[in-house]
């Protein structure tokens, strides 16, 4: 009944756009189409829809300027936006992900690939990816301790106080973020950190550093072997969670842009 199917929102300056879309998605989904950014908020006044599909590049009030004030609502925050663009560089993929949106479809696109994304975000039950695996490395249990605390509840959180025995564990698990000790008995983060990188897998994997010692030359040291970041202990949680969810972002966009 079309009393029950999904409710879209689809937002593009170009008519021929709005119309093509449309017609692809209007078997599947009640689309409510929208030339401009007024329009939107005046279809949003009726209508609270599953999900808004967004086009970027607009005149005037562009995407980013419309997921801003969507975003800023109490009323419309939880509403899943996908961005809709032709722009496929690094810094516009960070930039889109970074603004709020749920996913990106780059254009010109597939109606395939276009539902696929959109069920992705309807049934994430139905669809859903495994949280991002996280893996600490230190030789210290309460620091372990104070990760896995912080972050179980968002990652998959594998912990190891035996730095030798990693290359080994790589060889099991994929992770998508590795939380590295600087000093550590046996092997050090400054010689792991190369070790991880001559991995096919992990030549672009975020590696954050734990240390102790801030200094601008130890940081320099870190960030010279192909560490991304660093934390200085002992560890704040909100600051912690801050950078892994950072660092996972930017990874994803860059992952993103290699499938194109």
């Known amino acids: 009944m079309e009393g029950n199917r999904r409710k879209i929102i689809l937002v ?3 008519n021929l756009h709005l119309l093509s879309t449309k017609d692809r ?3 599947h989904y009640e689309v409510y189409p929208a030339q401009t950014a007024e ?21 005037y009030q562009d995407g980013y300027y419309i997921i ?3 975003k800023s609502s109490t009323r419309f925050v939880d509403i899943p936006v996908i961005f809709l663009t032709g722009k496929r560089d690094k810094e516009s993929v960070i930039k889109g992900l970074n603004s709020g949106a749920a996913d990106m ?5 597939s109606t395939e690939e276009l539902i696929k994304t959109i069920e992705h975000q309807l049934d994430p039950v139905g669809h859903e990816s495994p949280k991002p695996m ?8 309460s620091i ?3 990760i896995n605390y912080a972050l179980h509840d968002m990652y998959r959180v594998y912990t190891m106080s ?9 060889e099991v698990i994929t992770p998508d973020l590795f939380l590295m000790d600087c000093k550590m008995p046996v092997l050090s983060g400054f010689e792991l950190v190369p070790i991880i990188r001559r991995i096919p897998a992990h030549e672009e994997t975020p590696i954050v550093f734990l240390t102790s010692e801030g200094t601008v030359d130890h940081v320099s040291v870190a960030l010279g072997v192909g560490a991304n970041d660093f934390l200085v202990k002992p560890i704040d949680e909100e600051v912690l969670r801050q950078k892994v969810a950072l660092h996972l972002r930017d990874y994803k966009a860059l992952r993103l842009i290699r499938t194109l």
Do not use: C, H, R, W
Request: net charge negative.
């Open 12 to 14: 593009d300056d170009i």
């Open 25 to 27: 998605l209007k078997s």
């Open 134 to 141: 996280i893996l600490a490395v230190d030789d210290s249990p």
């Open 144 to 146: 372990l301790q104070t």
């Open 105 to 109: 479809v780059f254009k010109p696109y």
């Open 68 to 70: 801003e004030k969507l």
């Open 162 to 170: 035996e730095p030798e025995k990693l290359k080994k564990l790589l």
């Open 39 to 59: 329009k939107l908020f005046e279809i949003l006044n009726g209508v609270m829809p599953d999900l808004i599909l967004l086009d970027i590049n607009m005149p």
